[in-house]
């Protein structure tokens, strides 16, 4: 096995960068205080938890009061679903509506819900991965206590209009939660028509294990970890300051950052399509035009996805044959069959995701071995 020299799997996990590295040191060796304890120690862990929160306020636009800090994606994607399933419970409304290509921290806590007397709708995609507006209408029910739909999908990079979806769940007073973690910071997020919204650190070059939950301040928050008086109740755990601060960096140095890294990936991103499309047997999976700047996902006719991604591998090139999450699963993409793709079609997807340290020279060696191993 080569040691990895191109990294490309950026939607499962990205480096830490060297401002959100400089950021947390401090508060991993000297300022370890616990932030609920009332000795200066402590009072500086607190002080630096409050910079943190009214920063990721400020790149948000929202109130310091309406953030709350989780352990990553899962974490706030799950409390998101089940403080609004109670929510929607407690007035007798037992109907949630989702999309057909949610993340499992989603599509799983529905499952249990459907399981206590839930019922889900999963609207369709269609073969662009995108969600339509006059479906989300058709579905809606007085009964309807919280739609879910993610900004930008993980494995296919496609992006959905969730300004118009969260308008119209406004207009019939139904919650809106979307789970943003791949797009934050890769496209603008709009909170006006949103509840609640998911953000991962790790995604954005900070470490994992932190992320946080934004839940509109009309919106009650049900807690769901329990055990302390932490963050208002609202999440018990002595707060992990240092990757906190982590995160407050860096989602200000990717909102920054943005519009640079967005003009910088674009063209290579096309190039990518262009040159692989033109290989034998491939297919672009997901709508071409409305996806992230750093996604591009192919089939393979007549290849195994993970056969692929070993050969990659063995070539110093790292990519993913689909969300990290199901990495080991021998089941197809359920984000592939969405779209209408058969099980050996699913099952022969690449996912190659880049990120504001991708290079040209990355590309140059990707599509040369790849063409190599389709050839």
């Known amino acids: 096995m080569s040691e990895t020299t191109v990294y490309l799997d950026n939607a499962a996990t990205t480096r830490i960068s060297d401002s959100v590295l400089d950021a947390m040191l401090p508060w991993i060796k000297e300022g370890y205080g616990n932030a609920s304890s009332i000795y200066s120690l402590g009072r500086r862990s607190a002080i630096a938890l409050s910079k943190a929160r009214a920063a990721c306020a400020e790149v948000l636009g929202c109130k310091t009061r309406e953030i709350f800090f989780t352990s990553g994606g899962t974490e706030s994607d799950n409390t998101a679903v089940f403080s609004a399933a109670r929510a929607g419970r407690e007035q007798g409304k037992l109907h949630i509506i989702t999309s057909a290509i949610e993340h499992h921290a989603i599509l799983e806590p529905l499952k ?11 609207l369709p995609v269609y073969d662009d991965g995108i969600v339509r507006t006059a479906d989300l209408e058709a579905a809606l029910t007085p009964e309807t206590a919280l739609v879910t739909i993610m900004a930008a999908n993980n494995e296919i990079g496609t992006i959905q209009p969730t300004a118009e979806l969260g308008a ?5 007073g139904v919650l809106f939660h979307t789970d943003a973690v791949q797009a934050f910071g890769s496209i603008p997020l709009d909170l006006r028509s949103t509840d609640m919204m998911s953000v991962s650190g790790h995604k954005l070059h900070a470490p994992k294990g932190v992320g946080l939950l934004y839940v509109k301040e009309t919106v009650p928050l049900h807690p769901y970890i329990l055990g302390g008086a932490q963050q208002s109740g609202k999440r ?7 990757g906190i601060v ?4 860096a989602m200000s140095d990717a909102a920054e950052g943005m519009e640079a890294k967005n003009a910088k990936l674009l063209p290579l991103r096309e190039r990518l399509i262009s040159e692989l499309s033109a290989l034998p047997g491939t297919r672009l999976n997901g ?3 409305h996806r992230l700047a750093s996604n591009v996902n192919f089939s393979f006719a007549g290849h195994e996805g993970e056969t692929l991604v070993l050969k990659l591998d063995l070539q110093g090139i790292a990519v993913s044959s689909g969300s990290a999450c199901a990495s080991g699963s021998l089941d197809p993409s359920h984000v592939l069959t969405a779209l209408g793709l058969s099980h050996d079609e699913a099952r022969s997807s690449v996912r190659i995701t880049m990120s504001k340290y991708t290079e040209p020279g990355d590309i140059d060696a990707l599509i040369s071995a790849l063409a190599g191993i389709i050839k």
Not at 168 to 172: F, M, P, V, W
């Open 112 to 122: 249990r819900l459907e399981r206590e007397g839930f019922r889900v709708t999963r």
């Open 287 to 289: 709508s071409r035009e």
């Open 168 to 172: 119209i769940c406004a207009e019939h």
């Open 246 to 249: 982590g995160l407050a960096q």
């Open 236 to 242: 018990a755990g002595t707060e992990n300051i240092a």
